[in-house]
């Protein structure tokens, strides 16, 4: 981590509303008047020490409810500090929890991350993660990982890794297909750090919600921030 936990707590927040400027739940005028007082406030140093003493304790923050210091993984096993919300949503009444599909390449660095930090991602919002990664290549496993597909509410697919690889967008495919509300996760690296090997999500399907990423740590902060709003777009509140 860069900085001390102050400034890492004061650019969280300032990331959190720049999300909601830019999905529209809050004008211009309330941006800079919270900006504003965001870097006036006296309480983000005593919160900030709190959450990196007590992590992984709760620790209420102002606006965001009860929320914790968590540590979230690279592929490349480098962990980044990061802010879990504790709230959880209720599903709508008459509604189990949410099942999302998740679709990704298979390997131990991608997998391991990936995984550990989308539980601690969807987790407040009452999601259930069910996890592809197999050979679509056998009839039945593909038949299987189609039902998967059909019976989720959500999809999220991450292409990190998938140069030559075509399991992943495969089932962007099928889901698209069948009109599921999907996440594409597109990993675009960023100079002489970005990972080779990965491809990209092909042109039919650039029309598409997709979230482009240099690094799991960004990608975890653009889906906290926006995963509510996809949530609410397509009624899955």
């Known amino acids: 981590m860069s900085g001390s936990p102050e400034a890492f707590l004061h650019r969280f927040l300032a990331g959190f509303l720049e999300s909601q400027l830019v999905s529209g739940l809050i ?8 900006l504003n007082l965001l870097g006036k406030s006296t309480w983000l140093a005593s919160i900030s020490q709190q959450l990196f003493a007590s992590s992984p304790k709760p620790v209420f923050v102002r606006g965001h409810g009860r929320v914790r210091l968590v540590f979230l993984r690279e592929p490349d096993g480098r962990t980044f ?12 009444e008459g509604r189990t929890k949410l099942t999302c599909f998740v679709g990704h390449r298979f390997v131990a660095g991608i997998e391991q991350a990936l995984r550990f930090n989308l539980v601690h991602l969807f987790e407040p919002h009452q999601i259930t993660l069910r996890w592809s ?7 039945e496993i593909f038949e299987g990982i ?8 959500l999809c999220l697919f991450d292409n990190l890794g998938t140069l030559n690889r075509p399991n992943v967008y495969i089932e962007i495919g099928i889901a698209h297909a069948l009109g599921k509300p999907m996440l594409v996760c597109e990993y675009v ?5 970005k990972i080779p090997d990965t491809g990209s999500v092909p042109s039919d399907l650039q029309g598409l919600l997709r979230i482009t990423y240099q690094s799991y740590e960004d990608l975890s902060r653009k889906l906290y921030f926006g995963l509510p709003l996809f ?3 397509h009624r899955l509140l």
Request: positive net charge.
């Open 133 to 139: 990664g197999f050979d679509l290549s056998a009839k």
């Open 27 to 34: 004008n211009t005028e309330h941006y800079y008047n919270n």
């Open 231 to 233: 949530l609410e777009r």
């Open 81 to 92: 500090p990061f802010i879990q919300g504790l709230t959880k949503n209720k599903p709508r």
């Open 189 to 193: 690296g960023t100079g002489r750090k």
């Open 146 to 153: 189609v039902a998967q597909i059909r019976n989720a509410d």
